[in-house]
Structures are given as structure tokens and as C-alpha cells.
């Protein structure tokens, strides 16, 4: 049986999840600025471009929630709003995907 620790998973899959929007070019260098990333709204929809608030939003809470150890949303659901959203690029993002569904697979799985 495979113990693998979930937290050490999670940041395998953010490394991932980075390095694959820094090669669909979706890594942006500049923050949004403050009002943008407080938006109310589920994924900052009104804000923000999907992949801005990967970056901006929920990686960093990823982050902080494994440095923690603290437990992640039990059902993330982000793969079929990214899927949704995704479907419209040009680029070729099923790893991209892949990935997304891979953190809502372990958001169940983190206590």
C-alpha cells in the first residue's frame, strides 16, 4: 500500500501546475491589482482571467494550506469550471487539466 504523504502530493501537483502556466504562457509577471483579486464572485469570474486566479488566488492558498497542514475544501469542483473556461483556448491544455483534476481529486483526500 502506498503511504505517500497527500501534502507532499499537493505540492508535487503546485509545481506542476506552475511550471504548465509558465509554458501555455498564462504566467503573468505583474499582480492584479488589489480590488481585482477581493472580488466576491466565485474565481474572481468578474476580475480576473481564469489562469490569473490560478496564480494569484489559488496557488498561494494551496501553498499556505500544506505548509500548514491544514485541510483543503472537501470537494474543490475547479476542474469543470477550468475545463469550461479552457475549452475556448487555442493552446493545448489537457495536462493543464489533468493537473486541476488531480487537486480537486486530493482536496477530498487532505485532513
Known sequence: MNMTDPYQLLDNVIAELI?????????????????ALNSSLPFCIDTLEFEQWLQFVLIPKLILLSEKKHRLPAKANIHPVAEEVLKQRDENTSFLLTLIQKIDHLSGRLI
Open 19 to 35: 511550471h504548465e502556466l509558465k509554458q501555455l504562457g498564462y504566467w503573468a509577471e505583474q499582480t492584479p491589482d488589489e480590488q
